[in-house]
C-alpha cells in the first residue's frame, strides 16, 4: 500500500481519483471486495465525487483484461512485470481516457502520474509516456482492432475471463452471449422495495429526492432514474425501503406466500428476500431465516428489525441440516421453502465487478453440489401440497436447469409450476424467459435487471 511519502503532505488528485485509485490497490494487491473497498475509501467524499469515484473504479476493474492488453502494448512489456502501484496508476488512467468522456486528457495524465509518484519508488515516468501516447492514439486506434467473433475475442473486447465467454457462447449462443458481457460493464438498475409493511411504494417514491418509475408488474417496486445514497436516507433508516433488484424481488413473488402461513428461507442473509416474503404475508405467520454465518445472522436480524418484519425469526444453522429446534417433529412442517443457495453469482456482474476474476471453471460444480445439498434438505421439511422456489442469481445451466432435473428425476412427488406464465399474466413480462420447461432466468442485457434463475415446485 502507499508508502510514508504520501502522507507527507495532502495530494494534489482529484479526490475522486485517489479514492478510486486506492479501491484499485485494495482490490488487486489485498484481494478486497470492490464494493466494501469503496464505501471504506468514499466515507468523506460528497455524492457528486463518490459516483465519479465508484465509475472510475468498478469500470477498472471490471475493464482489466482489456486495459491490461493496451498496457501492455503501450508499455511494451508485460504487466506482470510492473510494480503494482505504477500499474493501478495505469489502469486508472488508461480507463478514464478509454472509456469516459468529459475530463481534459492532460488532467487525467497528470493525476495518474502524481499518484504513482506518490505510492511507488519509481515508475512515474513510464505511467506519464504511456498515458500521453494514449491520448494521442486515442481509443478508436486503440480498442478499436478488439473483434468479437470468437467467444476468446469477445473475452478480450469484453474483459470477461475466457472460461465465461466460452460458457455462455455455448450456453446462450454467441449473440446473446456478446450481448450479456457488453452489459456487465455498464452501471447496474439502482432498485428500491418499498417495505408495504410501512407504507406504499407510491408514498415512498414521492418522499424520494430524485426522479424514480415503477414496474407494472411489481408494484413494491421503485427504480431510480438518478444516484441517490440509499443508506444516508432517512426513508432506509425508518425501514421505508431497502435495496433490491427487480429480479431478486420476482423470487419472493414466485413463491407468493400467503399470510398466517409457515415458510422457511434457506441461506437468508442478507435478509432481503426474507423480509420481502414477510411483507407479502402482511406480517402474519411465520418466515424461519436460516444463516450458517453467525454475522450475517446478526445483520439479518438487524435488517429485519429495521423493517418491522415482526414475523422473522433466525436461526443459525446449516442449511444442509434439520433445523435445530424443529427435530423429528418439523418434518414437512412448513407450507413453502425458499432455496437461495451459494451460486456463482454470475447474474451480477455489473454490481460486483471483481466477481468475474475471482469465479474459476472449478466454481461452478462446486457451487451446484451445495445447492442440491440445500435442495434435498430443503424438501424433506415441505408439507404435502406445498410450494417450494430455487433460486440463484447466476446464469449457468449446470447450478439451474441441470439441478433441477435431476433433483426431479431423485425426486418423483415434486411437480414443477410454470412460473413463466404465471409472471406473465400478473403483468407485462418486462423482464423475463419464460422457456417451455416454465422456468425463469432474467438476462441483464435483455431485462435491464439482474440475471436471476427462477424455479417453481409444488409437492403433490
Known sequence: MPDGRSQAAPSRVAPARVCAYAVLRRVFEQGAYCDEALRAAARSLDSRDRALAMRLSYGAVQRRATLDHVIEGLAERPVQRLDPPVLQALRLG???????????????VADAVQLAKENARAGHALVNAVLRRAVRDGAPKLLGGLGEATAEQAALRHSHPRWLAELWWEELGAEQARALMAVDNEPSETALRANTLVGEAVAVAAALPVASHGDPRLPEAIVLDEPFDVHGSPLWQSGALIAQSRAAMLVGRALAPEPGERVLDLCAAPGGKTTHLAALMAGEGEVVAVERNRTRAGTLARTAQRLGAGNVRVEVADARRPLPSEGDAGRRAFDRVLVDPPCSGLGTLQAHPDLRWRMTPQSIPQMAAA???????????LRPGGVLVYSTCTISTTEN???IAAFLDSNPEFRVDDLATRLRAEGPLGMGSGESCGFVQTLPHRDDTAGFFIARLHRE
Open 94 to 108: 488508461l480507463y478514464e481516457l478509454l472509456y469516459t468522456s468529459g475530463a481534459p486528457g492532460y488532467a487525467v
Open 371 to 381: 445447492g442440491a445439498e440445500i435442495l434435498a434438505a430443503a424438501a424433506e421439511v
Open 401 to 403: 436447469e441441470r439441478l
